[in-house]
C-alpha cells in the first residue's frame, strides 16, 4: 500500500466527465453518532461494550473490557501505548441496528488524555453523559460538559451504576440544571435503587420494565414489560408496597412538573434526555439504545472558512456533492513492526471512495493525494473500507503530511474547516535531548509526536524551532508517555525540567496587544510564549493572576483554548 502523492495542476484544462458520487440521503438519514463523556470509573467501558452487545457488534461481552482491566497502573498504560497503541486514543466502532448505521466514537478514560477526548467530540455529533448515580457531576463531566456546550451538541444523559445506593432521581436532575443551567427530561425512571433497582418507567410508553439480573458475565438482563395501568400485576411483580407507590407518586409529579419534550431544544442542547439505568446488569441498556436511535441527530454539516478568509464561514452539509472531511486525530506506529501511522478522518460530505484523490487544505502549493486504502477500525483490528458517506470516520495512512485539522476534499475549490482547538494546558516543562548525537532522531521523534497533537509544544517570541522547546500538557501522564514513546520508537534519552507555570492563556488581541501590555509594566512575573502558529500565549503561576489581568487589560482578550 504505496501513498502516492502528486502535485495539483490548478490550471487543469479537461472537464470533469465523471459527476461526483452524491452520498445518497438514505445513508446519511441512518447514522448516528456518539461519543461518551464521563469521569473515569463510572462506567463508560461497560456502557460502550453493553452497547455493542445489543447492537449485535459482539458476542460477549468483554472485548473492551480487557483494556479497562490493563488500566489499573501507569507501567500497563505504556505497554497498552506500545502493544496496541489504539487503547488510549479515540477510535471508532459501529454496528448496524435496526436499520441504523451507529457509530461510537470511543474517548480514553484516563483523565489525562483529555485532550484526545476533546478530539472524538469534534468529530462526534450527538453526546452522552454518563454519570455515577451515587456521585453525580464530577470534575472530568464538567470540563467536557463545557467543550459540548461550545459546539452546541445534543446532550443525553445516562444516570448509570443504579444498583449501587444512588442519589434520588431529583438530586441528579437538580444538580445538573443548577450547575450547567441545563433542564433535563426524564424518558426512563428509575425503580428503586441499589439491591432494590427493579427496572425503570419508559415515561414515552407509559410501560414498566422489570428486570431480572443475568446470571452470567455478559449475558443479557431478562425484562417483562407491564404496563402503567396494569396496576395489580405491576404491584405483584414490584412486590414492595414503598417503591410501588413511590412510582405511582413520581409518575404523577413528573407529569405535572417536567415541561415537555422538546426535540428542537435536544438538538439546540438546551435540554437534555434523561434515563437511569444500569449498565452492568444491562438494566436500561437496550432501551437506551432504541430511545438514543429515535431522538439523536443525523450527521450534521460543518462550517467551513471560505475561500476569501474575510467572507467569513459557510456551511457544508452531508449532502453537498463533493468529499469533505477534516482529520481529528492522528497516530503513530500503531503497529510496531509497520511503522505505519493513520490519520483518522471524520467524513462530512459526499462519498469516499477507495482510490479517490483528494486537495489537502494546508499543503502549498495545493497537492493532490490518493488514498489508496481507508481503514475501518474495530479495536485493534482493521478492515479495508471501499465506501463511506458522512459521519462515518476512516482511518488513512499517514506518511507524515497530515496534521490534526486538517481538511480533505475533491473537487477544484479548496476547502478547509476550521482546526480543533486543544483543551487548556496545565503543566509546562521544558524538554532536550542530552546526547547531542542524538539530536536528528530526538527532532523527528518530537516533530511526529506534535503532529500527532500528542501534546502541544511552546516556543520563545520568535523562535523558529531552534531555541529550548517547551511542552505544555493537561496532565503529568502525558509527559511520561512522550518521553517513553521517544525512547521507545525513536530510541533516544530525553530530559524534562518542569516549570511552576499552571495556567496558560492565549491573547487574542495578538502581539501588539501583549507588547502594549509589556510596555505598561502589566506581564511582571508572566512569561510570555507562542504556540505552533506564533500566536501569542502567556503563562501564569496562579488562577488569580490570570483573572485579574483579564479583568483589567481586556483588549488582550485572554481565552484559555487556542482556537
Ligand atoms: P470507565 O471506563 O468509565 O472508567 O468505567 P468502567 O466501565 O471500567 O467501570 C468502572 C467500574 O465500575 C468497573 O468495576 C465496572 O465493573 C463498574 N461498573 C460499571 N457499570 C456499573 C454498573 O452499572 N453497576 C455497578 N455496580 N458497577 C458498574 P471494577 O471493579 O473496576 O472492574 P471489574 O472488576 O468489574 O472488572
Redesign the pocket.
Known sequence: HHEETRLFATTTTTTTTTEPYKAPATEIERRRNLAII?H????????TEKLLLYGGALQQAGAV?QK??QRATQSDFMEMEQERGISISSTVMNFDYNGLRVNILDTP?HQDFSEDTYRALAAADNAVMLLDAAKGLEPQTRKLFEVCRLRNLPLFTFV??M??PALTPYEIMDQIEAEFGLETHPILWPIGDGDRFKGVLDRTTNIVHLYTKPTQRGGKAEVQEVPMEDEDTLKSLIDDQELFDKLLEDQELLQELIPPLDMERVMAATQSPLFFG????NFGVQLFLDKFCDMGTKPMGRLAADKQEDEGEFLIAPEHQEFTGFVFKTQANLDPKHRDRLAYVRVVSGVYEKGMKVGHSRSKPAKKYNLAQAQALFGSDRTTVELAYPGDVIGINNPGNFAIGDTLYTGNSKVAFPGIPSFSPEKFAYIRSPNPSDYKSFRKGMDQLLDEGAIQALRQRNDDGGGPLMLAAVGQLQFEVVQARLKNEYNVDSLMEPLSYTLARWVDGGWDAVDKADADGKLFGIMVVQDRWKRPVLLFRNDWKAASLAEEEKYLELKPWSQ
Not at 473515569?40 to 456502557?47: A, H, I
Not at 444500569?278 to 446488569?281: D, G, K, L, R, V
Open positions: 464521563s473515569p470509573d463510572s462506567g463508560k467501558t461497560t456502557m473490557r479497562a482491566e478514560g448509570n451504576k444498583d449501587r444500569s449498565a452492568m446488569t
